[in-house]
């Protein structure tokens, strides 16, 4: 965790929950040990989904469907969902989630690689959660500008790899340096690209938020 354990120990004391199902969900998860949104990031997630109110949401990264649920309960009745999953396990247990909320109609899952199927995707977001291989993130940034329309949120989790991002490569664990690199590339493109305002926080693993000024935002 960023921050102090007895700090987010007592923030997770208010925690209201998020309704039988995708509390359900989280235990499900915690138990099989797969990876999913923290409280604190999911509490911010559907904050910044409730203020900005978008019709268009692009996830990358499913698992096994709990952060598109969250963002499912508080965006607009008109909105929909599209999350890319490549992971072949998790698929029929995000599937199964989505039915059991019945969401089958405002959720679409597209299954592969998340590189080759943001290529393919075409028109624009207006909200774009980032919760994937944390070393593809700057590889898949190109896309997410073009997807990304002018006012659009980008919303990119797992930013700071549990503080390590601060260290030298060589401070590292050897297979953890290549996403370390990365990051970093990652976290400095949003910091400085011209068509982006970014605030990175230090909430869960790390949160960026970044705006997609008017104009010109190509990469």
């Given at each position: 965790m960023i921050v102090n354990g007895?700090?987010?120990?007592?923030?997770?004391?208010?925690?209201?929950?998020?309704?039988?199902?995708?509390?359900?969900?989280?235990?499900?998860?915690?138990?099989?040990?797969?990876p999913i949104l923290k409280r604190e990031t999911a509490a911010l997630l559907k904050t910044m989904v409730l203020l900005k109110r978008p019709e268009r949401i692009l996830e990358v990264g499913t698992a096994v469907g709990y952060s598109a649920l969250i963002?499912?309960?508080?965006?607009?009745?008109?909105?929909?969902?599209?999350?890319?999953e490549k992971y072949e396990k998790r698929i029929p247990e995000a599937k199964k989630n989505f039915s059991r909320a019945g969401m089958e109609q405002r959720i679409?899952?597209?299954?592969?690689?998340?590189?080759?199927?943001?290529?393919?995707?075409?028109?624009?977001?207006?909200?774009?959660?980032?919760?994937?291989?944390?070393?593809?993130?700057?590889?898949?940034?190109p896309h997410l500008m073009r997807l990304?329309?002018?006012g659009g949120l980008l919303v990119s989790d797992n930013v700071l790899q549990e503080g390590t991002i601060i260290e030298s490569r060589y401070?590292?664990?050897?297979?953890?340096?290549?996403?370390h690199e990365r990051m970093r590339e990652y976290l400095y493109a949003l910091t400085h690209h011209e068509g982006l305002?970014?605030?990175?926080?230090?909430?869960?693993?790390?949160?960026?938020?970044?705006v997609r000024k008017p104009g010109k935002a190509s990469f």
């Open positions: 007895r700090l987010t120990a007592y923030l997770h004391s208010l925690d209201t929950g998020n309704g039988a199902l995708c509390d359900a969900i989280e235990k499900e998860a915690i138990k099989a040990r797969v963002m499912a309960q508080v965006m607009p009745a008109t909105a929909h969902i599209t999350t890319i679409t899952l597209l299954e592969g690689d998340a590189g080759e199927l943001l290529a393919g995707l075409s028109g624009s977001f207006d909200f774009i959660f980032m919760d994937a291989a944390k070393g593809q993130y700057f590889n898949w940034l990304l329309e002018p401070a590292v664990e050897r297979r953890e340096r290549t996403i305002e970014t605030a990175v926080l230090t909430v869960g693993d790390g949160v960026a938020l970044s």
